[in-house]
């Protein structure tokens, strides 16, 4: 199989695009550097606010995301991956505007919720509210029959306190933000989750399955495996 050079669009945020990177990183099968996969990463974190886009009709983030992109591909990216849930909004949009495939996180989700959590049919959702104002995860896992529960509305705040407030994720804090999340999790199990879904990079930072009593589907992780497979090379 033709091996390729990833592309990361990355910067929202910076350390959720790191993270991605090591998770590639990790996840490959390798004994020396030369087993690695070339990755070209764009970090740009001045694209534009993407849940103020949605809420507080900021300026729009699209022509950044289509710029980037596009400095991907003529930085040599065979494929992009895109770590932010929120920025897929513009995913059409961007894809019009590059020649190279633009691999979907949270469509690659659902297929994997589909496949590999078949017994599930309901998915709390963990996000931003401008995800959920997107409404992205709904189109994706009702296209496989399968049902997003989302947070009341005083929830939701929280979990934007817990990613973007003064002792948020944003901002280096990592202990107060999952005390916040961990409500936000309660409240979405009582709702009737029979999965959670880490719909937001920033949460990817701070919570895994040790604090869930049910399956923690993981889009980042999801992506970094179709990433690598796509890629050409195997995974760990």
Request: glycine share 8%.
């Amino acid at each position: 199989m033709e091996k390729k050079n990833i592309g990361i669009l990355g910067g929202m945020g910076p350390e959720a695009t790191v993270f991605m990177f090591n998770l590639i990183v990790a996840m490959t099968k390798a004994e020396k550097d030369q087993d690695h996969i070339p990755i070209l990463i764009n970090n740009n974190p001045q694209i534009p606010d993407r849940t103020g886009f949605f809420n507080d009709n900021e300026i729009s983030p699209m022509n950044d995301l289509i710029s980037s992109a596009q400095h991907l591909e003529r930085m040599g990216a065979d494929f992009i991956i895109m770590p932010c849930n929120t920025a897929h909004y513009f995913y059409k949009d961007m894809k019009q505007n590059i020649n190279i495939p633009f691999i979907h996180m949270i469509d690659e989700a659902a297929k994997y919720a589909s496949d590999k959590l078949s017994g599930i049919r309901s998915f709390g959702l963990l996000s931003t509210i401008g995800t959920y104002s997107s409404r992205l995860y709904e189109e994706s896992f009702e296209k496989q029959g399968l049902q997003i529960i989302v947070p009341d509305e005083d929830f939701k705040n929280k979990i934007m306190q817990a990613i973007t407030g003064k002792q948020g994720i944003k901002a280096g804090y990592k202990k107060i933000p999952l005390e916040i999340l961990l409500e936000v999790v309660d409240h979405l199990n009582q709702k009737g989750s029979g999965a959670m879904i880490n719909g937001c990079t920033e949460i990817s930072l701070v919570i895994n399955e040790e604090h869930m009593d049910i399956p923690l589907l993981k889009p980042m992780q999801v992506l970094a495996e179709k990433a690598i497979q796509f890629a050409g090379y195997e995974l760990k």
